[in-house]
């Protein structure tokens, strides 16, 4: 239980490209959904808290316009990185928490996504 | 603020060798602790949760972690490692919610055989 599915998993595509990233959780329903960008050899760094039907909380110095964040059903979110530069290539993962059950139910994460701009 | 330390970055065991990978924390209140697995190019998985109660916690794959509160610590064991543990692991911290989590930098784990 608790699949938290990504997509893509990888994505290359030219500077100026906008991406847009699916997060679904499978056989749950999620809230709320977490962002996170990691880079290579080093820790996930949250980005921004996807909540269903209002707007995303972002992290201190995460850009709202570049990194757009839609929560439209219980069981997707989307991150669409706008007009990529190579700066933007990395590592994007999501989490969901289970809506049901106890407050404290841990973020299942998915498989990631690796964005390479060239 | 929290904040997770893990200050091994590198780690090499023996196949069948005992494993403890350190973890410390800095929070203000309660905290609510975990352990991740990440194999390369994946995301992450859960080993073990710890919210109250026994302060010694079972895991997935044998994992086991014990929450010292007087030394800010939550470290993650395993009696004897497999190969097939070879990963990157990381110990985060977050509120009774856990709708936040701060993760560590991680500690590679190298398994020879």
């Known amino acids: 239980g608790a699949v938290v599915s990504q997509h893509p998993s990888w994505v290359i595509c030219k500077s100026g490209t906008s991406v847009k990233i699916e997060c679904r959780s499978l056989?749950?329903?999620?809230?709320?959904m977490f962002w996170y960008r990691q880079f290579p050899k080093q820790s996930l760094m949250l980005m921004a808290t996807?909540?269903?039907?209002?707007?995303?909380?972002?992290e201190q110095g995460v850009e709202k316009d570049k990194f757009l964040i839609n929560h439209a059903s219980l069981t997707l979110s989307t991150l669409t990185v706008t007009s990529a530069h190579p700066e933007d290539s990395s590592f994007y993962i999501c989490?969901?928490?289970?809506?049901?059950?106890?407050?404290?139910?841990?973020?299942?994460f998915g498989d990631g996504t690796r964005l390479s701009i060239l | 603020a929290q904040s997770v330390t893990q200050p091994d970055i590198h780690i090499t065991v023996s196949e069948g060798a005992s494993l403890e990978l350190r973890c410390n924390y800095s929070?203000?209140?309660?905290?609510?602790l975990f352990w991740y697995v990440q194999s390369p190019g994946q995301g992450l998985q859960l080993l073990l949760k710890?919210?109250?109660?026994?302060?010694l916690v079972q895991g997935i794959k044998g994992f086991e972690a014990e929450f010292k509160r007087s030394q800010s610590s939550f470290n993650l064991r395993k009696p004897s490692v497999h190969w097939s543990d070879a990963a990157e692991y990381f110990c985060?911290?977050?509120?009774?919610?856990?709708?936040?989590?701060?993760f560590g930098t991680g500690t590679r784990l190298q398994v020879t055989l």
């Open positions: 989490s969901a928490r289970d809506r049901a059950g106890a407050s404290n139910q841990p973020q299942h």
């Open positions: 056989d749950f329903q999620a809230t709320t």
């Open positions: 996807s909540n269903e039907g209002s707007k995303a909380t972002y």
């Open positions: 929070y203000g209140a309660t905290p609510y």
């Open positions: 710890y919210f109250s109660g026994d302060t």
């Open positions: 985060a911290v977050g509120s009774l919610t856990a709708s936040k989590l701060t």
